[in-house]
């Protein structure tokens, strides 16, 4: 299994950091690629940049237009951008390829595989719940990192767990991330 991980300049960088961990202890091959604003965010809220890297089969520079990723031919089970931001979701709702992540992403529409969307921002404005529906008519998934409050969580870590549970299930990817909802 092969899968791309895009991570933009959102808040929430600990779930694609989370995304890779999990990927990588199941020895599933990842192709990562960080926006510019995606590394600034990370510097903020995790600290290291290359740690995350690090957790990669092979990471790209965002400005590598030729890079195997952008080519549809490439083949993948698909891609996640976690987190994705409003800028980012914008340019792959209307089809604007400005660096390799969203090229990566489009390519993923084209071949008809996955593509999950984890936008993050609050409140929401028109123009964003306009970009989110795009993307959804365009085929891709839009997975909002939402709190599961009835899970009772007490940490950050376990809220990050559930959520990446939730975009791996869309992989078929066996994890005990969370508990499924076996009913009340
Ligand atoms: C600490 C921090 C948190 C941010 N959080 C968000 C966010 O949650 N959602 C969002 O759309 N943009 C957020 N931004 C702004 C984006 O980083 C900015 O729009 C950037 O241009 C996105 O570029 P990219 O899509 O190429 O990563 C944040 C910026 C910083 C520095």
Redesign the pocket.
């Known amino acids: 299994m092969r899968i791309i991980v895009g991570i933009?300049?959102?808040?929430?960088s600990i779930i694609g950091k989370r995304i890779l961990e999990v990927l990588k202890e199941k020895d599933i091959e990842t192709h990562l690629v960080i926006?510019?604003?995606?590394k600034?965010?990370m510097s903020?809220?995790i600290g290291d940049v290359r740690t995350v890297e690090e957790l990669a089969t092979k990471t790209y520079d965002?400005n590598d237009i030729g890079a195997a990723i952008a080519s549809g031919s490439f083949e993948t089970q698909g891609m996640i951008v976690a987190?994705?931001?409003?800028?980012?979701?914008s340019?792959i709702a209307n089809g604007f390829e400005?660096?390799l992540?969203v090229r990566a992403a489009d390519a993923c529409l084209k071949q008809r595989r996955r593509l999950i969307l984890v936008?993050?921002?609050?409140p929401i404005i028109k123009s964003?719940a306009e970009n989110m529906v795009k993307c959804l008519e365009l085929g891709a998934i839009v997975v909002p990192p939402m709190v599961p409050y009835y899970e009772k969580p007490k940490t950050v870590d376990e809220i990050t767990d559930f959520f990446v549970g939730r975009v791996l299930d869309f992989f078929g990817i066996e994890h005990s991330l969370y508990k499924k909802w076996g009913g009340l």
């Open positions: 933009t300049g959102a808040s929430g926006t510019d604003a995606g600034t965010t903020y809220e965002i987190p994705c931001s409003m800028k980012t979701m340019a400005i660096n992540l936008p993050r921002e609050t964003y």
